[in-house]
């Protein structure tokens, strides 16, 4: 199984960025997906997730600023991030679990995608 992040960046306060994952090797739509992220010095963190039956959930600190998506038929996943703030510098990741249900996050990790959030 490979996953690719991408799309992270700097961007000033304020500001919107897009995160989309990559899934090769399977069964994108039959899985939950989520992203996590891992702030310097902080323990990595469950951003938001969206299971296989479409099911979203938030950590507190996003809901209402971010927005998590997935396209099945092109096995990609999204995190659309805006109003971002400083405390959102992080390497964002993405996962795959083992199954629709988001109980089976995290499993398949990929490399991160840098987000820093500076003016």
């Known amino acids: 199984v490979q996953l690719q992040a991408s799309g992270g960046g700097l961007v000033q306060p304020g500001g919107s960025l897009r995160l989309s994952c990559a899934a090769l090797g399977v069964a994108f739509s039959a899985k939950a997906v989520g992203w996590y992220r891992q702030a310097p010095g902080k323990q990595r963190e469950l951003v938001a997730y969206?299971?296989?039956?479409?099911?979203?959930n938030y950590a507190d600190f996003v809901k209402g600023r971010f927005s998590i998506s997935r396209d099945n038929a092109k096995n990609t996943a999204a995190l659309q991030m805006n109003s971002l703030t400083p405390e959102d510098t992080a390497v964002y990741y993405c996962?795959?679990?083992?199954?629709?249900?988001?109980?089976?996050?995290?499993?398949?990790w990929g490399k991160g995608t840098l987000v820093t959030v500076s003016s």
């Open positions: 996962n795959v679990g083992r199954a629709g249900s988001h109980l089976s996050l995290p499993y398949y």
């Open positions: 969206m299971t296989s039956d479409g099911i979203t």
